[in-house]
């Protein structure tokens, strides 16, 4: 997936790209993949921004921004990348192998987790399939400060995430956000399949993420009018979650988006 609005090419000039090399590679079925790479030159950001991949086409950058994985504490970028056939970018993406290269922009942006600093306020998150990575680079950071001891940590608000997909393979982080729940005070984790007929060994929360929110968000004890939400994928996730949250009334102005869809 690659966020909403992105543009389709750039031309290539040597300082507005680096290199970064593929230090690492996990294949997930067909189409998802997961990826670190080291640039060449250190690229600061803060958890819920993204960086822009790109490879060489001739003289342009096909190129597409990407929210990172990885905390801002760690040495290395991870991004967790869906492949379309028909895309301009993940086909030859999805062809780099681990110890291969891409380009990446030099500078992170994006303000979609601004303001969310720590847990000082009940919060939900609600993402599909690669829509967890911004929410897994807060949650690591989150980690780190709680094993410095921090009391913004100590002292957390409750913080829910819910994570869908067509079936459990696609959530995969999925062990990793069971042991942040396990660990990270107040930190509830809810993976859910919306095709459990396809997997019967599943056993876990079954539906789309907008059809079990508002019953996790009651179960949680969050307060409609002070909770944040906070949504990052299918657009069409993204649309159906904010009219359920007016209809719940927490206030519009609560409800953060991040859209993603598929590469055209």
Not at 42 to 65: H, K, N, S
Not at 128 to 141: C, K, M, W, Y
Not at 143 to 164: R, W, Y
């Amino acid at each position: 997936m690659v966020l909403v609005g992105t543009p389709r090419s750039a031309a290539a000039t040597g300082p507005k790209h680096v290199r970064a090399a593929i230090s690492y590679r996990r294949d997930i079925g067909n189409e998802l993949w997961v990826v670190r790479v080291r640039p060449e030159v250190p690229i600061p950001f803060v958890p819920g921004q993204y960086a822009t991949l790109a490879v060489r086409d001739g003289d342009r950058m096909i190129e597409r921004p990407y929210s990172m994985v990885s905390a801002p504490h760690e040495e290395e970028l991870e991004f967790f990348l869906e492949r379309v056939d028909s895309g301009a970018l993940t086909p030859q993406l999805y062809d780099v192998p681990e110890g291969g290269e891409v380009w990446i922009r030099p500078r992170a942006k994006g303000l979609f987790l601004r303001g969310l600093s720590g847990f000082d306020a009940p919060r939900m998150l609600v993402a599909t399939v690669t829509g967890i990575a911004p929410f897994l680079s807060f949650i690591r950071h989150m980690g780190m400060l709680a094993a410095k001891g921090e009391d913004s940590v100590e002292d957390a608000q409750p913080l829910l995430v819910l994570h869908g997909a067509s079936n459990s393979l696609d959530l995969v982080y999925q062990e990793e956000m069971e042991h942040w729940a396990a660990t990270l005070p107040n930190l509830a984790y809810v993976p859910t399949v919306s095709r459990p007929w396809a997997e019967p060994s599943w056993t876990g929360e079954v539906g789309r993420v907008e059809d079990i929110a508002r019953k996790y968000l009651d179960q949680a004890g969050l307060e409609h009018a002070a909770v944040e939400i906070f949504l990052c994928g299918n657009p069409q996730m993204v649309d159906k979650m904010r009219q359920l949250m007016v209809r719940a009334m927490v206030p519009d102005s609560h409800v953060k988006e991040e859209q993603y869809w598929r590469e055209d």
